[in-house]
């Protein structure tokens, strides 16, 4: 509508001459990595490009098994603490904004305000209690403590993003629903959680890829190289590789583990974009 | 109903069991669909806070009791700790350089892209990539090596300038300036929310002012900046709260040591450290408590200064 000349469009075209080129630098490091992964230590640092002459898989494979554990086990260990948190996460959170959008209770104001308040606490003021309640409830060590608080909504903001949605859909349906006789855990199980695929899909997705990133979380919890994720695997590489012998290893471990994240992404592009328009940002 | 004759005794027995029943009626579901959040707040939450804040007066590692030593963490951090001071100013650093400059690229790109129709949803995918992974242990390991001595920034400047760089992330003058930049690299998300807010704008403010004459600085700063005004406000808000909380990064780049010279010990990593290496829980409470009162005196000033210039477009004067 700006421009109504026939003439070549100059302005457009430098526009998206200088978008690809910004975009390019955007994800050049990521792609250097990507490539480095597939050179020889010796080629890494002695060209930029983003070709390798060759796919040299070594890299992957004396990687994937450079710690003392296999990597297959911090993936395992990693995805079933990623799962248990989406699953936790969906349960506990869509519940409690079921109690605040939809059903009455006293006190239920005074309720919902502690929890709007708890979006607000740094996590530092319960790190060091919750650990000491951990570790004497004998679950240092063990998957609990990154898990069982995903089954109790401690993660408030899935509860925000669901009540948000919740309160879009109309009443007229589950007052229907209760004329013919369904009880509260009907309509929740029957009617909102179906009719809520979008925001529960979202906090699937953001719960997956915050659970799958957590540093601070394993760091402190998981103690014994068996029960690492991912993570701290990648941690533990850095400190071994010290000096630049393991570069390419190093370089190849880390574009694997961003693979996930990555898959997720592409498959969820808009729900993504979309969730953090919402306000899902934290980074 | 059931009974013709009740004596009195029995008939309070009754309508107290009908009242019992009537709260239970009214109050039992929302409740048992509250439960697990209830369990969580109370044990994950809110004990632990009130927890935090009693340890916050006491010495504790873990072995013996706790002993309760009255306001001296607290003194101790606000005129003795040097190491935490050297922490606050890194922390400060990064906080005003990273989320000022991270916001103005975003609301820059927003701007762009909002005017270009198509591949928006191409470049809105690029450039939010780098926010989605930054946060990953990868990403802070390629950092390290990007800025490192025989890094690529390095084999950059040799290539087109012939000097030699030094180890960024190892050097302290320029080891918080990588995390800064880092935290720049990452400005997908906000420039989301940003797009989000230039799609509000009601395009025929501008056709009617650049019919009056209106050059596009002058609709920058008398549309665009009043009317998006709310979303920076959110913005910044947030990610100033998110800047302070910053862990990972620092972790890896530094090597968990916050070095060198503690250049980039940012606050919550020296809290981990001291909760976690050096085992002094009590300080690391008082520490919490101390970030808690910082975020929220940002969060209160942002909030409070607000009014002054937050256009909130229903509230038309």
């Known amino acids: ?283 | 109903m059931e009974s013709t004759i009740k004596s009195p005794q029995e008939n309070e027995d009754h309508t107290w069991r009908v009242r019992l029943l009537k709260i239970w009626r009214r109050n039992g579901p929302g409740y048992l669909f509250l439960l697990p959040w209830l369990i969580g707040f109370f044990g994950l939450t809110l004990g632990p806070a009130i927890a935090s804040f009693y340890l916050s007066f006491t010495n504790y590692d873990l072995l013996e009791p706790a002993r309760w030593t009255g306001l001296s963490n607290y003194k101790f951090a606000f005129f003795n700790d040097a190491r935490l001071h050297k922490s606050l100013s890194v922390t400060f650093t990064y906080v005003m350089w990273s989320v000022p400059l991270r916001l103005s690229v975003a609301l820059a790109l927003a701007m762009v892209l909002d005017r270009s129709v198509r591949g928006v949803s191409f470049y809105r995918a690029t450039f939010y990539l780098p926010s989605l992974l930054g946060a990953s242990v990868a990403v802070s390991v390629l950092w390290r090596q990007i800025f490192g001595s025989e890094g690529l920034v390095n084999y950059l400047l040799l290539l087109t300038t012939g000097i030699t760089g030094p180890s960024w992330v190892t050097h302290p003058d320029y080891a918080l300036s990588t995390l800064i930049v880092l935290a720049v690299w990452q400005f997908g998300s906000p420039m989301i929310i940003f797009l989000a807010g230039l799609r509000q704008i009601p395009q025929d403010l501008y056709e009617a002012s650049s019919m009056d004459g209106a050059g596009s600085l002058r609709q920058f700063y008398r549309i665009t900046l009043p009317l998006l005004a709310p979303v920076i406000f959110f913005n910044l808000v947030l990610q100033t709260i998110e800047a302070f909380k910053t862990f990972t990064q620092a972790f890896i780049v530094s090597g968990g040591t916050g070095g060198p010279v503690d250049s980039t010990m940012f606050y919550s990593l020296y809290m981990y450290l001291e909760a976690f290496a050096n085992f002094r829980m009590g300080y690391a409470s008082a520490l919490a408590w101390i970030l808690m009162v910082i975020i929220g005196i940002f969060t209160s000033i942002a909030f409070l200064t607000s009014k002054y210039w937050v256009y909130y477009e229903d509230e038309r004067r």
């Open chain 1, 1 to 283: 509508m700006k421009t109504t000349r026939k003439s070549f469009p100059w302005g457009q075209f430098t526009r998206h001459a200088l978008l690809i080129l910004a975009s390019l630098l955007m994800i050049y490091p990521l792609l250097w990595m990507m490539s480095s992964a597939f050179k020889l230590d010796s080629q890494i640092f002695s060209s930029m490009g983003l070709l390798p002459t060759e796919f040299n898989l070594d890299n992957f494979i004396d990687g994937w098994s450079a710690l003392r554990v296999d990597f297959a086990v911090f993936y395992i260990n990693s995805f079933v603490i990623a799962f248990l948190s989406v699953l936790g996460n969906l349960m506990a959170c869509s519940l409690t904004a079921y109690a605040f959008t939809r059903l009455e209770f006293r006190f239920k104001k005074f309720w919902f305000a502690l929890m709007l308040g708890t979006l607000m606490l740094p996590y530092h003021v319960t790190l060091v209690p919750q650990y000491i309640l951990f570790s004497q409830l004998g679950w240092v060590n063990t998957i609990l403590p990154l898990v069982v608080p995903k089954f109790l909504a401690v993660d408030a903001f899935f509860i925000f993003l669901m009540v948000q949605f919740f309160r879009g859909i109309p009443r007229e349906i589950d007052e229907a629903a209760t004329l013919d006789g369904c009880g509260p855990w009907r309509i929740y199980w029957r009617i909102m959680l179906p009719l809520s695929t979008p925001i529960l899909a979202t906090a699937a997705i953001f719960s997956f890829i915050w659970s799958y990133d957590d540093f601070l979380g394993p760091l402190i919890y998981l103690n014994d190289m068996q029960g690492w994720t991912v993570p701290l695997a990648l941690r533990a590489f850095v400190d071994a590789s010290g000096g630049e012998s393991l570069y390419g290893e190093l370089f190849a471990m880390s574009t694997l583990s961003l693979v996930p994240v990555f898959i997720v992404f592409l498959a969820f592009q808009n729900l993504i974009i979309r969730g953090v328009a919402l306000g899902a940002l934290k980074r």
